[in-house]
């Protein structure tokens, strides 16, 4: 079965989860939101838990910030698998990976987060479900002054670059307004 794919990007306190969310409940099915983010500090603890109060009671959670494509294929290989799995965010999942691997060189990073890029899009493939995936978008930013940044930058960039080239929808949420930028159809 084809891969039903669609990806929201946008800069922070854009709008983007909550569109993303909004999208995902539209479809009325049972949903698996799949969290990306960890509690490194008091401020994120306080992002993830309005986050939380902020989704339907209904749906079910899978909270992982570095192994996505092994835990989302296990959550579906379930008897009665989700309908809809929305990921929030592929922007938090590239930056745990890094940190993660921070000793390691740029390179040896980049293709670690590739591959496990290239499963997570076959694990999207594979299933029956409607995907939803999250994501910073960096082109607008600055480049940063300091190395782990750009690292970030550059790698984040390709990240959102493959999702967009295998999804059929692509949107970009600016204050809160969303943009269709690809449509299903239009071969790009």
Request: hydrophobic content about 45%; glycine content about 8%; aromatic content about 6%.
């Amino acid at each position: 079965m084809s891969c039903r794919l669609c990806l929201v990007l946008g800069g922070v306190r854009s709008g983007k989860s909550a569109f993303a969310e909004k999208l995902a409940g539209q479809l009325h099915q049972p949903t698996l939101y799949v969290a990306t983010g960890s509690p490194t500090d008091g401020d994120m603890a306080e992002r993830i838990r309005r986050h939380r109060q902020s989704r339907p009671a209904d749906w079910n959670i899978l909270e992982e910030p570095l192994d996505l494509p092994g835990r989302l294929q296990a959550a579906l290989a379930v008897a009665d698998p989700p309908g809809v799995v929305l990921i929030d965010s592929l922007d938090l999942w590239v930056s745990n990976t890094l940190l993660e691997h921070e000793k390691e060189p740029a390179e040896a990073v980049a293709s670690l987060t590739l591959s496990d890029l290239d499963r997570l899009l076959e694990v999207c493939h594979d299933s029956s479900a409607v995907f939803f995936m999250v994501s910073g978008e960096v082109g607008l930013a600055p480049v940063p002054p300091f190395h782990l940044g750009r690292q970030f930058q550059d790698l984040l960039g390709l990240v959102n670059q493959r999702v967009a080239a295998a999804a059929q929808r692509v949107y970009l949420v600016v204050a809160g307004i969303h943009l269709e930028i690809k449509k299903p159809g239009l071969g790009y």
